[in-house]
């Protein structure tokens, strides 16, 4: 049985996430709140490409507001209902409307700030041969500007007014603009005030018109007047007790130019179907989600937010004993408004977190399957992050199929050329020679030695050119579009004294779109 908070989604029909995980992602949440480490959390599993819902299961633990260390008077536990400040989850639905604008012609990434906010000339510390900031820099994190969590945090409310006096007395840098990576809440803040020059229009409202609205966002919004208040969960500083007392309650900010880098309140059922969006850019044609709401921004540009535009660093695992770091448990970038992640277990997963006075939030999808999680927390930097990723690997331990990376896909041309390679492997006919191999190949390796390493890596494993017949295109894997790979399995030990061998055949087209072959390698590889 599953905990009376922790349901599969009814219209999930036939849901694909065992009991067993949905057990033990059930009790992660909870046990976050049995230590004290947030006052309440709701979450959600979000359906992946082959999914037709966007949740497939949810649940909550703890509750909405805290007194005392025990539920304020008509507070209510946390649930699906429940709606949260996402804080910089709200940073990629500044850059997705960035890019609407991009892609309507209306500004270029590569302009300076300055030409849409002018009050931006002259903000930005340089020396003489610095490049200008650009709104990629700001995009992507790479402006240089000083990395402002606890500051900006606290500037939700500022006017355009004061903004404008904070850039006339200029803003400081840790490096030249494109040259690192600085998490700059005041870039995404100066975004903000882009979209509002450009269009005429608050950038809340053009938020709201462009993506709320038609993506049907409808708990969703940027003050606590926008928002069902009867579910609105009160956030939570911790103060330096390590009991439920530490949760005091601290009091709403108002809506203002700081707002387009973390201000939105919202509910897991409206971020996992922003997140299905966005992982949409990915999903094969035929997924049920490729489709949707493609006109309210191009798959190209979804996509170029989920690409590592800038390496963020990352602290290198701890020396072993020899001294040496074994080296990094992931790679790290950011992208526009989004995080991209390589992790040697997941793959690549596309995510973004949200830290706030009173909040802590995390969004994540896996690339290749769509699935995700999304966690929505009521207490300062709430450990939305480290749980909602222990999730992740609890949803493939328990079903590998639901996090699966996608296999590449060989193009026709290739499997067209994978037929003459094999067949010329097979016979020796110089018509297929003619036929299939670039230029380059003999004058790489001529077609006497290519012979002889052919005999020679199969007489290492024990075959004769008899067992080439098993090979077909079909059969074999691709490593990218034009890059294919087959394995023969050995015979026996092979040549006496040595480890067991197995033939690989390596096949590469060149870059022209009427491919002939490249590569074409035969090698003896230990089993």
């Known amino acids: 049985m599953t905990s009376p908070n922790v349901a599969p989604d009814p219209s999930a029909a036939g849901s694909t996430v065992p ?125 240089g500007l000083v990395t402002d969590n606890p500051w900006g945090d606290r500037q939700e409310a500022m006017t355009r007014e004061r903004f404008a006096e904070v850039l006339a007395g200029g803003l ?6 494109g040259t690192g990576f600085e998490y700059s809440n005041t870039g995404y803040a100066l975004l903000g005030r882009v979209i509002d020059e450009v269009t005429g229009t608050p950038y809340a409202e053009e938020i709201r018109r462009r993506f709320l609205g038609p993506l049907g966002l409808d708990a969703t919004g940027w003050s606590a007047a926008e928002v069902d208040v009867a579910h609105l969960a009160t956030g939570h500083r911790l103060a330096d007790r390590t009991d439920a007392t530490r949760f005091e309650q601290v009091p709403l900010d108002s809506p203002g130019v700081y707002g387009a880098m973390a201000g939105l309140f919202s509910t897991v059922d409206d971020v996992a179907a922003w997140a299905r969006f966005l992982a949409a850019a990915d999903a094969p044609a035929v ?63 596309i995510s973004h977190s949200g830290g706030y006075p009173g909040y802590g939030s995390f969004m994540v999808w896996h690339r290749d399957s769509g699935v995700g999680m999304v966690a929505l927390a009521n207490s300062k930097y709430a450990p939305a992050t ?68 052919l005999d020679a890596s199969l007489a290492a494993a024990g075959l004769t050119a008899a067992d080439l017949e098993t090979l077909t295109p079909g059969s074999a894997r691709a490593l990218s579009r034009a ?26 087209l060149d870059p022209r779109r009427e491919a002939l072959l490249q590569a074409l390698d035969v090698t003896a590889v230990a089993r």
Do not use: C, N
């Open 287 to 349: 997924a049920p989600a490729a489709g949707e709401h493609a006109g309210l921004l191009s798959i190209a540009s979804r996509r170029e937010m989920q690409q590592g535009h800038r390496l963020q660093p990352w602290a290198a695992l701890p020396a072993g004993e020899d001294g040496r770091s074994p080296g990094f448990d992931r790679v790290r970038a950011y992208g526009m408004g989004l995080v991209v992640e390589t992790f040697p277990d997941l793959g690549e997963v």
């Open 172 to 177: 400081g840098h840790v490096h030249a603009a």
């Open 19 to 143: 009991e067993e995980a949905l057990r033990e992602i059930t009790a992660l949440f909870e046990e976050a709140v049995a230590t004290h480490r947030t006052a309440g959390i709701t979450w959600a599993v979000i359906g992946g490409h082959a999914h037709t819902d966007a949740v497939l299961a949810h649940g909550a633990a703890g509750h909405r507001a805290l007194e005392a260390g025990s539920p304020a008077a008509g507070s209510s536990p946390m649930d699906r209902s429940t709606v949260s400040r996402i804080a910089s989850m709200t940073k990629s639905f500044t850059a997705a409307t960035v890019l609407a604008l991009r892609d309507e012609g209306r500004l270029r990434l590569d302009d300076p700030v300055s030409v849409h906010v002018p009050e931006a000339a002259g903000a930005f510390e340089q020396e003489p041969d610095d490049p200008e900031v650009t709104l990629r820099h700001l995009l992507t994190m790479s402006a």
């Open 386 to 453: 480290p749980l909602s990723m222990e999730a992740l690997r609890i949803l493939r331990r328990h079903s590998p199929a639901l996090l699966a990376r996608r296999a590449p896909q060989a193009a026709p041309r290739a499997l067209e050329a994978a037929a003459g390679a094999l067949e010329w492997l097979r016979t020796d006919d110089p018509a297929l020679v003619e036929a299939w191999f670039a230029d380059s190949m003999l004058l790489d390796v001529p077609l006497v030695e290519r012979r002889r390493r």
């Open 483 to 508: 890059h294919l790979r087959w394995r023969l399995a050995g015979r026996g030990d092979g040549v006496p004294g040595t480890a067991p061998v197995d033939v690989q055949v390596d096949l590469l």
